[in-house]
């Protein structure tokens, strides 16, 4: 099926990314973009980047363009205002973790490039093991699509760089079941929260949930895409520095939870809707990401 369909997730098979590629971007600050290589015949579905220790790759962007940073957020340009004036997401470094939505997430991945004024890196972990020196280099982790299941010990280091002031936004119903949502539980368990139950949300399209609390990222949304995901739940987590609240909820079942844990904060999202080509760049959608990572990276 060509790329500009619609699929609900689960039906589509995972995407391949053809190795052999290098692009470079640049931007209109004269700042050069991270640059990626990945070597020919990557899988990115399912396996090791093979012969390299960290494969980081820029996301939907034309090999030889140059990018216009636009208009900041708050000039009115996407119908929000952030209080105080300025671009609260100016210079933020933010990677994915894991593969790419199989349907197009091309207009968020463009969207983040413009409003932070830094290209988006893909940090593909499969095949090396998650350190303290590569989540250094980032603000904002976005988990997607994880390729394996992590150890106790990388995820210790995971929930060390948070509780020291990392930012995390997981977002998960890809697929139904298996390892979409168990990598990256596997990932999150020394943080305190998990993927649970499959919820579809409606049958023929995109269902919108409006159960949505009363907390900063929530301002001024009415309704969000949901179609095909998981349930979102606390995990007993005995060190007592995270604290839990619900974002969201469809049919009473939690779907949306954020975490403030020492000086990092964590949101887990229970479906990759919010991501679509299709909806990402409407008002709510487009108002849940700018203030989603606005209050991740407590700018």
Do not use: C
Not at 33 to 52: C, H, I, K, R, W
Not at 241 to 253: D, P, V
């Amino acid at each position: 099926m060509a790329d500009s369909a619609i699929q609900p997730a689960g039906e589509d098979a995972p995407r391949k990314i053809d190795g052999g590629i290098e692009t470079s971007a640049v931007l209109d600050s004269g700042m050069e973009s991270l640059v990626d290589v990945l070597p020919e015949n990557t899988d990115t579905g399912s396996g090791a980047a093979d012969g390299m220790d960290v494969a980081v790759v820029t996301l939907g962007l034309d090999t030889n363009a140059t990018i216009d940073a636009g208009p900041l957020p708050n000039d009115g340009s996407d119908g929000r205002t952030i209080d105080g004036g300025g671009n609260p997401l100016a210079g933020l470094r933010i990677a994915f973790v894991g593969t790419e939505n199989p349907t197009s997430e091309l207009s968020l991945t463009t969207w983040l490039t413009q409003t932070t004024g830094v290209v988006p890196a893909r940090i593909l972990t499969s095949s090396v093991t998650l350190t303290a020196d590569l989540l250094a280099n980032y603000d904002v982790l976005i988990l997607e699509r994880l390729v394996r299941s992590y150890s106790q010990i990388e995820a210790s280091v995971f929930t060390a760089w948070v509780t020291g002031g990392g930012a995390v936004l997981s977002i998960g119903g890809f697929f139904s079941s298996g390892s979409d949502s168990s990598n990256t539980n596997s990932l999150l368990s020394g943080i305190g929260i998990a993927y649970g139950s499959y919820v579809l949300g409606s049958a023929g399209g995109p269902f919108y949930i409006t159960e949505l609390s009363s907390h900063p990222i929530m301002a001024g949304i009415t309704s969000l895409p949901f179609w095909g995901g998981f349930t979102v739940q606390p995990t007993a987590i005995a060190d007592g520095l995270g604290t839990n609240a619900t974002l969201a909820t469809s049919a009473s079942q939690p779907i949306g939870m954020v975490q403030v844990r020492g000086q990092g904060r964590v949101l887990v999202w229970g479906d990759e809707w919010v991501e679509n080509d299709a909806v990402s760049a409407t008002a709510n959608v487009r108002g849940f990401w700018l203030q989603a990572l606005t209050w991740l990276a407590r700018r």
